[in-house]
């Protein structure tokens, strides 16, 4: 198994542009979640989503953020217009069931000047 | 409201020293016990976990880890450290009653083996 699939690994844009992210989570994985990392806040977990349907968006910190995931096998994390306190590590997680461990991707490192 | 600590920020071992990471939890209930470690530019790797049983966990890598009702503690052993042990380690705790596999995360604490 490829397990959790990210791209792109990197992203540098420009303040006000929208960013998207990817994520393929492994096949079979029915819990998808979406988190950030950052020095000051550490781990912070944005949405996430069983069987396609979002679950818990309180973390998304503001109406610029919005995720989808249209199939089992996509999801996507937008940013629009994107702000430098954006910049940080975007990570995507799946997992079989509640208690089956989390399984994450490579990450995204998103800077925004 | 759940919550989990970490400690330390860092932890410092002699290569074939005894490694302990230490986590405390707050939550209701018998709560679900993690620990994830991540190593530099890639994503966090799940080491061990508790549900129910046992009270010590033993998981990937030689590491082990020995839940305390008592003293709401989790924290992650390895009797033996080496030096690719060093990454970032963290807790993350998820409550009973969230059937949906919440989970929350500690700050982690960065573990440097040295030769």
């Known amino acids: 198994d490829a397990g959790v699939i990210q791209s792109p690994r990197h992203e540098v844009t420009e303040m006000g542009q929208e960013v998207t992210l990817r994520c393929k989570p492994i096949?079979?994985?029915?819990?998808l979640f979406w988190y950030r990392q950052t020095m000051m806040r550490g781990l912070e977990l944005l949405i996430y989503?069983?069987?396609?349907?979002?679950?818990?968006d309180s973390g998304m910190p503001e109406d610029r953020f919005s995720a989808k995931m249209p199939n089992a096998s996509f999801s996507t994390l937008k940013i629009q217009p994107s702000e430098p306190r954006d910049s940080a590590v975007y990570f995507c997680?799946?997992?079989?069931?509640?208690?089956?461990?989390?399984?994450f991707g490579n990450g995204t490192r998103l800077t925004v000047t | 409201a759940q919550s989990v600590a970490q400690p330390e920020d860092q932890v410092n071992v002699a290569e074939g020293n005894p490694l302990t990471v230490k986590c405390t939890y707050s939550?209701?209930?018998?709560?679900?016990l993690f620990w994830y470690v991540q190593y530099p530019n890639r994503g966090l790797q799940f080491l061990l976990k508790?549900?129910?049983?046992?009270?010590l966990v033993k998981g990937s890598y030689g590491f082990e880890a020995e839940f305390n009702k008592s003293q709401t503690s989790f924290h992650l052993k390895k009797p033996s450290a080496l030096v690719s042990d060093s990454a970032l380690y963290f807790c993350?705790?998820?409550?009973?009653?969230?059937?949906?596999?919440?989970?929350?995360f500690g700050a982690g604490t960065q573990v440097v083996v040295t030769p």
């Open positions: 997680a799946s997992s079989l069931a509640p208690n089956s461990p989390l399984h």
């Open positions: 096949s079979g994985h029915d819990y």
């Open positions: 989503f069983n069987n396609n349907v979002p679950i818990d």
């Open positions: 939550v209701s209930g018998n709560p679900y």
């Open positions: 508790y549900i129910t049983g046992d009270n």
């Open positions: 993350a705790v998820r409550p009973p009653t969230d059937s949906w596999g919440k989970l929350q």
